[in-house]
């Protein structure tokens, strides 16, 4: 066992997880996926893939998931390109509005997340479309995944199909389970408890429903 992961987290395997009410959602993208931006900007739009990844460098990283309910899975390999140069070429052609401090990514499935601006803009945060040295599938998040390492996993929205800028924080579908930040270094992995409560009030038995969940659907 690794002695190197955070506070609370055990290693487990790499396994399609989320919300419940999500478990039976098997959205399928079909060729010519389309990612519409907009939310507070100028010139809301639609992108194919092909235009997001010509605004970055290809890049691989190697980087380890945590999820807020305490497993986590080590050492995945993800290709795509920085969030960050998608931004900078976003911004010529959508222009957010100068206040907008928050951007949501919402997957096909109809689940969102929000992350703070400038935590999306960190260097180790990418849009994915390959892991282990294979395209991604539907259950891992194909055509284009959200990778956050330093965030808790139920900010790497899968399939995404929708980025809108915001000038106010929006939980989403998480509610209550959703940090703002979501840090895994900080635990901040809701906002009513402090880490270390969170993780007393999350039993085994839920964590395997849930994962189970999703298995039964693959």
């Known amino acids: 066992m690794r002695v190197d992961l955070p506070p609370g987290q ?62 986590s899975a080590v050492g995945l390999t993800w290709e795509g390109v920085r969030f960050a140069d998608v931004y900078r070429w976003l911004a010529e052609r959508v222009i957010p509005h100068p206040g907008a401090r928050w951007v949501r990514f919402t997957g096909l499935d109809g689940y969102s997340s929000t992350m703070y601006l400038e935590d999306a803009l960190a260097a180790d945060v990418i849009l994915a479309d390959r892991l282990s040295d294979s395209e991604l599938t539907n259950a891992f998040g194909a055509p284009l995944r959200l990778v956050a390492p330093a965030h808790y996993g139920y900010k790497s929205v899968k399939q995404v199909c929708a980025i809108d800028f915001l000038r106010s924080y929006d939980p989403g579908q998480a509610r209550i389970v959703s940090h703002p930040r979501g840090r895994v270094d900080r635990e901040e992995r809701g906002r009513l408890l402090p880490g270390r409560l969170w993780r007393v009030a999350v039993t085994p038995g839920q964590i395997e429903r849930v994962r189970a969940l999703f298995r039964a659907d693959l």
């Open 10 to 71: 055990r290693p487990a395997p790499h396994e399609p997880f989320g919300l419940p009410q999500f478990g039976g959602v098997r959205a399928l993208s079909g060729p010519g996926h389309r990612v519409s931006v907009g939310g507070k900007a100028r010139h809301p739009a639609q992108f194919g893939i092909d235009d997001l990844f010509g605004a970055g460098e290809r890049l691989t990283r190697t980087s380890d998931l945590h999820c807020v309910t305490q497993w």
